[in-house]
């Protein structure tokens, strides 16, 4: 384990392997003279030479190997992050843009009272997209930094469900009908916030990812174990299974960021992850069973 951490920082593995380097060229030319004197006596250090030699060069190699796969997840975390800028600069700019266009209009125009209240209502929903935007990187960063807010205490699951989806219902102007529930009254010993943060991404995903006509099954059901497994079903594109691990990581989005049309910073699923690994629960996600979807399920115990 402590070598393990100790080859996670680049810059220590480089200078060990240049150390090794040195050491095994300066011993390559001590066997090199010692051999040249022709002498018996040099026989044991010519051998003692050619072990440390050859465990040097071992090192090296396994350095070389972990130096090369610390620089692919460095390129990788790049690639990320930029596509995380990109996300970002655009969440921001189209809510910004909007609500600076309704505003000239009302300034420079005489609009009916009608239009003045749907311009408001729309410039509304271009800040709570900019609150959402600005809370999930606050949340994240309060996860990587060991901050969580809030008191353990026992909340009512199907009503924490239902209060999510209201809001996702009412944040992409579908009706509530769109989520179809099959819920047992379950109470779960943990943070509010977090079970919020969890199911709220959760939903969100379902109805943004579903298909043009967005249909959304939920389920959940307690087990004899103490534990409690909540079942989203969406009917969008489905996940490809060998990314299904992949969605789960910080700033990933399938795709090209500029080529998408959906919102998102690819920062929700890495927040489900560890949340719900606190939670010591896990989360998984597999394809729907009839047509096209993605299941997420959580399971993790109750706490009661």
Not at 6 to 31: D, N, R, S
Not at 132 to 143: E, F, S, T, V
Not at 169 to 196: G, K
Not at 273 to 287: F, H, I, Q
């Amino acid at each position: 384990m402590f070598l393990r951490r100790f080859l996670q920082h680049p810059i220590t593995l480089a200078v060990i392997m240049i150390a090794l380097l040195v050491v095994l060229t300066v011993g390559w030319v001590l066997v090199n003279v010692l051999g040249a004197l022709d002498k018996p006596s040099s026989a044991g250090w010519h051998w003692m030479f050619l072990s440390v030699g050859t465990a040097f060069i071992v090192l090296l190699v396994v350095g070389v190997v972990q130096y090369s796969i610390l620089a692919v997840k460095a390129i990788n975390l790049s690639r990320r992050q930029s596509n995380f800028i990109d996300s970002v600069t655009h969440e921001l700019k189209s809510p910004i843009a909007s609500m600076k266009l309704y505003l000239q209009t009302l300034h420079r125009r005489q609009v009916s009272e009608e239009q003045q209240m749907t311009f408001y209502r729309f410039m509304l929903e271009d800040l709570d997209r900019l609150d959402r935007l600005i809370n999930q990187m606050l949340d994240a960063g309060r996860m990587e930094s060991g901050r969580l807010e809030g008191e353990m205490e026992d909340v009512a699951l199907d009503d924490l469900l239902r209060e999510c989806a209201e809001a996702v219902c009412s944040s992409y102007r579908v009706p509530p009908a769109t989520i179809r529930w099959d819920l047992e009254p379950c109470s779960v010993r943990a943070r509010r916030i977090d079970l919020h943060l969890i199911f709220r991404n959760l939903l969100d995903n379902a109805v943004k990812y579903a298909g043009a006509d967005p249909q959304v099954e939920v389920t959940m059901r307690s087990g004899p174990d103490g534990r409690v497994t909540v079942r989203i079903v969406d009917n969008g594109k489905g996940v490809p299974t060998n990314l299904r691990r992949k969605i789960f990581g910080r700033f990933v989005r399938l795709g090209m960021e500029l080529e998408r049309e959906k919102p998102g910073t690819g920062l929700g699923l890495y927040i489900v992850r560890t949340l719900v690994k606190r939670l010591r629960g896990r989360v998984r996600v597999t394809d729907r069973e009839e047509g096209s979807g993605t299941v997420f399920e959580v399971q993790f115990p109750t706490g009661a």
